[in-house]
């Protein structure tokens, strides 16, 4: 492994954009067949993977349906002459030639151009342990939880077989406004999750780790010191928008809205 994590590849750049966009394109797939969907009527989305809940001696089986969908408009690269669509390639600035995927290997960057090779067997290595658990650390208050970490949503369906155990788990767990604090293995990756509940089933939220937030913007003195009347103020402007609950279908992406009849009457 170390003489082959040695060797370093320019190219292997390419490799990674190439991966990127091809999760963007799984991921616009998805989003248009949901979208197809929603055209015809709403449609509780299919499961993407099962897993099982566990803490104590309670084990729940449950699926993962994603919750949400990117209906942002999407453009293409196309050549102006004849209005078709390009195609990328992968390109090596050494040997100044096109590559082929297979010519591709993945490489992490260590700085000043230089990368470390991994072989899909190392790579393979160093993932999680295969598992379908999703391991219950803790539970703590919900308030306690900044938004800041919440990364990815998924709704929790039980499984066939865990429908009683499931229910109970959502009944325990909701009005207690607390999360269950977890681990889960998915593709590969050790997830940080938080697991809460309402009225209408479990939902479970990929959490985003400690070293992956970044610290504040220092505020100046400034910014921390305001005269009482001015609060006074601010707290009345507040209190004149206030509302008593959240409604998001009050709010619509305006632009995705101009492109798609300006993509409807320019077709």
Do not use: W
């Not at 990127?20 to 009527?41: H, I, K, L, Q, Y």
């Not at 509780?44 to 084990?59: D, H, K, Y």
Request: glycine letters at 6%; hydrophobic letters at 40%; proline letters at 4%.
């Amino acid at each position: 492994m170390a003489t082959l994590a040695r060797r370093s590849r320019r190219y292997a750049t390419a490799n990674t954009v190439n991966e990127a966009n091809d999760r963007r394109s799984n991921r616009a797939r998805a989003d248009r067949e949901d979208r197809g969907a929603s055209e015809g009527g709403h449609r509780e989305s299919r499961a993407i993977s099962s897993a099982t809940i566990s803490f104590g001696l309670v084990t729940i089986p449950v699926e993962l349906h994603s919750a949400i969908k990117s209906l942002a408009p999407a453009f293409h690269l196309v050549h102006e002459t004849c209005g078709s669509r390009v195609h990328q390639q992968m390109y090596c600035p050494v040997h100044k030639r096109a590559v082929e995927r297979s010519e591709l290997v993945r490489g992490f960057d260590v700085g000043k151009d230089r990368y470390v090779v991994f072989t899909p067997e190392e790579l393979e290595h160093l993932e999680g342990p295969a598992s379908r658990t999703i391991d219950v650390a803790e539970f703590v208050p919900l308030t306690t939880v900044d938004p800041i970490y919440f990364e990815t949503t998924y709704y929790l369906a039980p499984r066939k077989g865990g429908e009683k155990a499931y229910g109970l788990f959502m009944e325990a767990m909701a009005g207690g406004a607390r999360l269950a604090l977890a681990t889960f293995v998915m593709r590969g990756k050790e997830n940080l999750v938080a697991i809460r509940a309402d009225d209408r089933g479990l939902i479970l939220h990929t959490l985003f780790f400690a070293d992956e937030v970044r610290s504040r913007p220092t505020l100046s003195q400034t910014s921390r010191h305001s005269r009482p009347e001015e609060v006074k103020l601010a707290r009345r402007l507040i209190d004149d928008l206030a509302s008593p609950t959240f409604t998001p279908a009050r709010y619509r992406d305006a632009y995705r809205v101009r492109v798609l009849e300006a993509a409807r009457i320019m077709a």
